[in-house]
Nanobody
Framework: VELEESGGGLVQAGDSLRLSCAAS????????MAWFRQSPGREREFVAA????????YYAESVKGRFTISRDNAKSAVYLQMDRLKPEDTAVYYC????????????????????WGQGTQVTVSS
């Protein structure tokens, strides 16, 4: 499976962006899907995830209420709507998918994911 992110860019604080991640090579209908981000000098961190069964969503505390994850299985895609962006949201954003998640606390772990995209840069100016 290959994943390709798009939609990043340079915006001002308070603006919105919508990231997309398109999958190819296999149907992702039965994969759990997630977004992570990494800023310079920091480890890659969990942002949001959406389960394949039931569509439950999970968010990092830092983005809860501002970001929304969604998926479209027919298009093999996952999206991240980011509203009220802050300078601290500046990072490279990566999508990831997994066939191995069993428990909800696994969604936040990088090691739970099987495939990763190359990332898209999001820069928020103050």
């Amino acid at each position: 499976v290959e994943l390709e992110e798009s939609g990043g860019g340079l915006v001002q604080a308070g603006d919105s962006l919508r990231l997309s991640c398109a999958a190819s090579g296999d149907s992702v209908a039965t994969y759990d899907m997630a977004w992570f981000r990494q800023s310079p000098g920091r480890e890659r961190e969990f942002v949001a995830a959406i389960a394949w069964r039931g569509g439950s969503t999970y968010y990092a505390e830092s983005v809860k209420g501002r970001f929304t994850i969604s998926r479209d299985n027919a298009k093999s895609a996952v999206y991240l709507q980011m509203d009220r962006l802050k300078p601290e949201d500046t990072a490279v954003y990566y999508c990831a998918i997994s066939h191995r998640i069993v428990y909800s606390d696994q969604y936040q772990s990088r090691g739970s994911y099987d495939y990763w995209g190359q990332g898209t840069q999001v820069t928020v100016s103050s």
